[in-house]
């Protein structure tokens, strides 16, 4: 099944339980909040106390996607607000294993993320341990990026791989997803979509996420 993510990155910070709201009424299934600290990412956004405004917001789960370094020092605390998916950079983890296991500790589902430029096979000694797998379609760090096609053979591989070894996380895919590379994306086998741009950017959230995720369920039945 096809899960939209709307990114409140793109939303209008100070309406966000508003653009939340119509997110979902537009058919969101979990809401994508990207959390960066100016170290990992050349960005800043929020942390803990505004995930706490919004958890009363909304009862649909929130994908955390933390692009921090040092996560181990801060998952407690999101975990805490009420966030219910966390996702970590392979690329910030020392001790990938042990974080991963650090969100469990706290009733989350676990997701591994991958910059465009690692590769998935870096990820072989945490795949039976994750719930989901987030392919960054874009260097992280900002909205609104165009989506980098290279990275489409990540999606591939993540289903490949899954299905030879038998496991079951699940595969999100983050950055540049519009109406355009919706349909490339799904065939490619992502299943949960991140989307800040093209939900928030312009127009009516309602409108907008319903429109992605009618292409997307339409991109999905061609799959099969
Ligand atoms: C980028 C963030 C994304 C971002 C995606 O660093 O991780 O979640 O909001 O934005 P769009 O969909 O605009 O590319
Ligand atoms: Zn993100």
Known sequence: MIELAPSILSADFARLGEQVRAACEGGAHVIHVDIMDGHFVPNLTIGPPVVKSLRKATDLPLDCHLMIENPDEYIPAFA?????????????????????????????????????????????????????VLVMSVNPGFGAQKF?????????????????????????????????????????????????????????????????????????????
């Not at 939900?199 to 996420?209: D, I, M, Q, R, W």
């Open 80 to 132: 805490e607000v009420g966030v219910n998916w966390m996702s970590v950079h392979q690329e910030a983890c020392r001790h990938l294993n042990r974080t991963l296991n650090l969100i469990k500790s706290h009733n989350c589902r676990a997701g591994v993320v991958i910059n465009p430029a690692t590769p998935v096979d870096t990820l072989s000694e945490v795949l039976d341990i994750v719930d989901y």
């Open 148 to 224: 980098i096609p290279s990275t489409l053979h990540k999606m591939r591989s993540l289903a490949t791989i899954r299905g030879q070894r038998g496991l079951a996380y699940r595969i999100e895919v983050d950055g540049g997803v519009s109406l355009e590379t919706v349909e490339d994306v799904v065939r490619a086998g992502a299943e949960i979509l991140v989307a800040g741009n093209a939900v928030f950017g312009s127009g009516n959230p309602k409108n907008n996420a319903e429109a992605l995720l009618k292409a997307a369920t339409e991109a999905a039945l061609l799959k099969v």
